[in-house]
Nanobody, 125 residues
């Protein structure tokens, strides 16, 4: 069982930056691939970024490539999402998710086993 707690959301102007954190419980964090997803009002949850158990592989949605960076610190049981050059269309609730795997780094939400409660990111124009 893994519990995930996101933090770092807030209100920021367009062009600004935020760093989201997702802290995981348990002693097996390093055996999980981790992902970030987001859901805007009236829209389906969408993939943002994912990282392998070691941090050696990362994947991004086209809409955030070059602006967002996913990273992890296995010693701190934490995964991060650095968001730069934020746009109003990045406004959403951001969720982190965990999938126990040494081989897969899913980009589909239904492949993840555990989810956090979400943190709101609002980008004003």
């Amino acid at each position: 069982q893994v519990q995930l707690v996101e933090s770092g959301g807030g209100l920021v102007q367009a062009g600004g930056s935020l760093r989201l954190s997702c802290a995981a419980s348990g002693r097996t964090f390093s055996s999980y691939a981790m992902g970030w997803f987001r859901q805007a009002p009236g829209k389906e949850r969408e993939f943002v970024a994912a990282i392998s158990w070691s941090g050696g592989s990362t994947y991004y949605a086209d809409s955030v490539k070059g602006r967002f960076t996913i990273s992890r610190d296995n010693a701190k049981n934490t995964v991060y999402l650095q968001m730069n050059s934020l746009k109003p269309e990045d406004t959403a609730v951001y969720y982190c998710a965990a999938k126990r795997s040494f081989t897969r780094v899913p980009i589909l939400s239904n492949e993840y086993d555990y989810w956090g409660q979400g943190t709101q990111v609002t980008v004003s124009s």
